[in-house]
Structure formats: structure tokens, C-alpha cells
């Protein structure tokens, strides 16, 4: 028998430096989550250091000439964190404040988030410490494909497949695949997802996240007697996720009463014109200065009046500091990591119902999925049939994590992980060692 506590194991096998489980930050966040859910896998407890250590970290130098003649480095990363299941999958970020501890996370969070809903992928993620608005747009074009060559030798249709993330979009992502066909001789479509339509991109892959949230936010609401129609709802960051979701609830007869970005915090009890905001937003860069409602504090923004709060941005935002002014009964994790252990915790014991970003935001790669199989058929399925299927895996993975989280009366984190981290180690033991 295995103790399935992992002190042992860990001091048997002290891990190196930079993955010290002490380190606050990203994937100190992750390998504490690993840690609440290392006593429910049985048997598998045994594989469980597989999980923290990330298979295969690639740091690369992305050298650019800037347009004014200089020569600027910039610092890159492709993080592998497990393949047992299949190629490497996740996004690649672009972001002033990307580090190797942040990346080392949201490759584990794909790996965990790609076994919950099933999809034959393992976990992986890129990003490059950059603030893209600060660039032009050849800039922009000349470090992704600086990047993607650089990472060339991991990445692949049937190795480890790109998509975008924070500041990343169907352009980035044709300039990739547009270079690693180029370096490899063959168009290879199947190379990143997320692409424009007219490169193989697939419909609703856009919307596809901030679907998914919304899915999963409408089975938790039936599931706990929560009406959605009149329903306040609170959103931080209204691009691609964010928004998506916002207009889905309004949609859907909820209102969305506050919403924050990294230009302010705007507020409207009565409900925002949530068209009007997504055109403020295409036309300004954030919802900053938006005409239909009133300006808020940043501070006061976690705790206003609300039903469902969606934080839809960036990792850490809910924190032991502001997780006890949260008002929401359910929180519905568009962005990846965006909650503290500490914090979770917190809205536990005050009954908030946390639904996870490994299950609520895993519809973005689920339809990059479909847009790697449609590549790989060159069949391409309509928008009905994608947004169906959809809909129909994040309800069946909900259900199951929900009777998990029942069944061992933990919190639906902890059952999205039971659930992925067997399938993982379960994949891994049936493969074994070798060499
Ligand atoms: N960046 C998205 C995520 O965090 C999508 C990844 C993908 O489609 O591979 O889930």
C-alpha cells in the first residue's frame, strides 16, 4: 500500500529548485491543488509526483529588430507539463507579466482541464514576456514568428498544438502555423487551433470558452435552484471570455450589473446595455469611460451586489484579501487560476459554489479539438453542429464531476481533479517507464 499523503513521497524525492511547492505564485497554487486531491486516487497516489513536475520546460531568446533599427530580446517559454494522453495542448500567452512559474501552471491546468473533459490531449502552454500593445503590428509579426521558430522543435499537429490565449488571437495564430509551414515545407493546419476560419479555423472556436461558461453556469443553476433569468451577474475582463459569457447571461435574461478590465470598474444596477458595452469595448480597448454606467472603485468592485461573479481576466485575482467581501452564491472560473487556495477555502466555508476554470473554461479547447480533427479530415462541420457537441460534453463532464463532488463531499475543484488526475495516471501506469 501507498501512503496517499505526498510529504513522504516529496521528501523522498525532493524536487528541484524552481519547482519548490513553497514558492507563492501560479503553480505553487497548482501544486497545492494537487496536494487536496493526492488522498482521493487510490492507487494512482503512487504516480502523483508525474504531476508536479512538468514533463519538458523550453526557454527561448526571442530576438526582434524593432522599427526603429534596435535589436530588443524578449523572453520566451513552451512548457510540456504531461503527455500521457496525448500531444500537448494549450495556449500561448503574450503578456507583460508572464513568468516561467506562470506558465508551468497553465500547462498543468491543461492537463488537468483537457483529461476532464476527455479531449486526447495532454497539457502544455507557451507565452512570451511582452506587452503586445506597446508593439506594431510587423513588431507583433516578427516576434510570433521568431517565437514558433524557436519552439519548432516541439511543437507539431501530432506533438504539441498551439492556440491562443491572453493577447493572442487568430491572427497570431496564422502567422504560427503559416511559419512552422514554411520551416517544415508543407502547409500543416493542424499545427495550432484557434485560427482564422479561412485557414482551417473552425466556427464558434471564438465564442467557444465564453460558451462553455455559460453552459456549465446553466447546469449549476438548475442543479441548486439559482434562476437565471433576472439574475445579477458581475464579470472582470470582457474580451473574448468575459464578453462572450456577459452577452450569453444577458441572453438569457440575466443582468450583468458590473464589470471590471484593465482600464476601470464600471457599474449599473439596473443592468448594462451589454451590445453597447462589446461595441465601447472593439472601439476603446476596455470598458473604462463606457456612457452607460457609473465608474466604480477597483477595490469595490469584488464586492458588489451580485448573484454570479465571472472572473474572466487574469490568475490570482481572488485572494484571502477580497474573497470574504464576495456577495455572488456562484462563482464561474472563466479565467485560468483565478482563485487562491487560501481563497477558495474562503468561499467555501461562506457556502459560495466555486465551479472550477479546469471545467468551466475547458470549452475553448474543446472546440480546438474539433477544429484539429476537422484539419485533419479537411471536412469541416457547421456551426450548429459544433456549438451541439459542445454543449453536450461540457454537460456530460459537469455531471460527472458534480456526482464526484457529491459522492466524497469535496469541492467541485477538488472533483474536477479526481476525475482528471486518474485518467492521467491511469494513462501513465498502462503506458509505464520507458526507457
Ligand atoms: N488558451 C485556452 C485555455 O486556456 C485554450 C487552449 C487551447 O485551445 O488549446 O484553455
Same mark, same amino acid.
Given at each position: 500500500m501507498h501512503s496517499p499523503a505526498t510529504s513522504a513521497s516529496s521528501a523522498a524525492h525532493p524536487l528541484p529548485s524552481y519547482l519548490n511547492p513553497h514558492e507563492l505564485g501560479p503553480w505553487g497554487q497548482y501544486l497545492q491543488q494537487v496536494d487536496r486531491v493526492t488522498p482521493y486516487l487510490g492507487s494512482l497516489a503512487r504516480w502523483v509526483e508525474t504531476l508536479k513536475r512538468p514533463k519538458r520546460i523550453l526557454v527561448v531568446d526571442v530576438p526582434i529588430e524593432m522599427d526603429d533599427g534596435r535589436i530588443a530580446h524578449f523572453e520566451g517559454y513552451r512548457v510540456q507539463h504531461n503527455l500521457s494522453r496525448?500531444?500537448?495542448?494549450?495556449?500561448?500567452?503574450?503578456?507583460?507579466?508572464?513568468?516561467?512559474?506562470?506558465?508551468?501552471?497553465?500547462?498543468?491546468?491543461?492537463?488537468? @482541464?483537457?483529461? &476532464? $473533459?476527455?479531449?486526447?490531449? =495532454?497539457?502544455?502552454?507557451?507565452?512570451?514576456?511582452? !506587452?503586445?500593445?506597446? %508593439?506594431?503590428?510587423?513588431?507583433l509579426e516578427r516576434l510570433t514568428r521568431r517565437y514558433t521558430s524557436e519552439i519548432g522543435l516541439l511543437i507539431g499537429p501530432s506533438k504539441d498544438i498551439p492556440a491562443p490565449d491572453v493577447n493572442t488571437n487568430g491572427q497570431v495564430m496564422a502567422w504560427m502555423m503559416d511559419t512552422y509551414s514554411m520551416n517544415t515545407g508543407a502547409t500543416a493546419t493542424g499545427v495550432v487551433t484557434g485560427k482564422p476560419v479561412d485557414l482551417g479555423g473552425s466556427l464558434g472556436r471564438v465564442e467557444a470558452t465564453g460558451r462553455g461558461v455559460f453552459t456549465v453556469g446553466m447546469e449549476a443553476a438548475k442543479l441548486t435552484g439559482l434562476a437565471v433569468q433576472g439574475a445579477r451577474v458581475a464579470v472582470q475582463g470582457f474580451g473574448n471570455v468575459g464578453g462572450t459569457a456577459g452577452k450569453l447571461f444577458a441572453d438569457?435574461?440575466? @443582468?450583468?450589473? &458590473? $464589470?471590471?478590465?484593465?482600464? =476601470?470598474?464600471?457599474?449599473?444596477?439596473?443592468?448594462? !446595455?451589454?451590445?453597447? %458595452?462589446?461595441?465601447?469595448?472593439?472601439?476603446?480597448?476596455?470598458?473604462?469611460?463606457?456612457?452607460?454606467?457609473?465608474?466604480?472603485?477597483?477595490?469595490?468592485?469584488?464586492?458588489?451586489?451580485?448573484?454570479?461573479?465571472?472572473?474572466?481576466?487574469?490568475?490570482?485575482?481572488?485572494?484571502?484579501?477580497?474573497?470574504?467581501?464576495?456577495?455572488?452564491?456562484?462563482?464561474?472560473?472563466?479565467?485560468?487560476?483565478?482563485?487562491?487556495p487560501e481563497a477558495d477555502d474562503i468561499l467555501n466555508d461562506k457556502g459560495v459554489l466555486v465551479l472550477p476554470d479546469v471545467i468551466a473554461n475547458a470549452g475553448g479547447v474543446t472546440v480546438s479539438y474539433f477544429e484539429w480533427v476537422q484539419d485533419f479530415s479537411s471536412f469541416f462541420w457547421t456551426e450548429d453542429e459544433i456549438n451541439a457537441r459542445l454543449v453536450r460534453i461540457m454537460q456530460e463532464a459537469f455531471a460527472g464531476v458534480w456526482q464526484v463532488a457529491q459522492e466524497n463531499k469535496v469541492s467541485l475543484r477538488t472533483a474536477t481533479f479526481i476525475v482528471a488526475c486518474k485518467r492521467i495516471l491511469h494513462a501513465r501506469e498502462m503506458r509505464g517507464l520507458y526507457p
Open positions: 496525448g500531444p500537448g495542448k494549450g495556449g500561448v500567452r503574450f503578456h507583460q507579466d508572464v513568468t516561467l512559474s506562470e506558465v508551468m501552471a497553465l500547462s498543468a491546468w491543461m492537463s488537468v @482541464k483537457n483529461a &476532464a $473533459v476527455n479531449v486526447p490531449y =495532454g497539457g502544455a502552454k507557451g507565452g512570451i514576456r511582452v !506587452d503586445p500593445k506597446k %508593439l506594431s503590428r510587423g513588431e438569457a435574461g440575466a @443582468k450583468i450589473v &458590473a $464589470v471590471q478590465d484593465h482600464t =476601470g470598474s464600471i457599474h449599473n444596477a439596473a443592468g448594462l !446595455d451589454v451590445a453597447a %458595452l462589446l461595441d465601447h469595448v472593439g472601439n476603446t480597448g476596455g470598458v473604462g469611460g463606457f456612457a452607460g454606467a457609473t465608474a466604480m472603485d477597483n477595490g469595490d468592485f469584488w464586492g458588489v451586489d451580485c448573484d454570479i461573479l465571472i472572473p474572466a481576466a487574469l490568475e490570482g485575482q481572488i485572494t484571502k484579501d477580497n474573497a470574504g467581501k464576495i456577495k455572488a452564491k456562484m462563482v464561474i472560473e472563466g479565467a485560468n487560476g483565478p482563485t487562491t
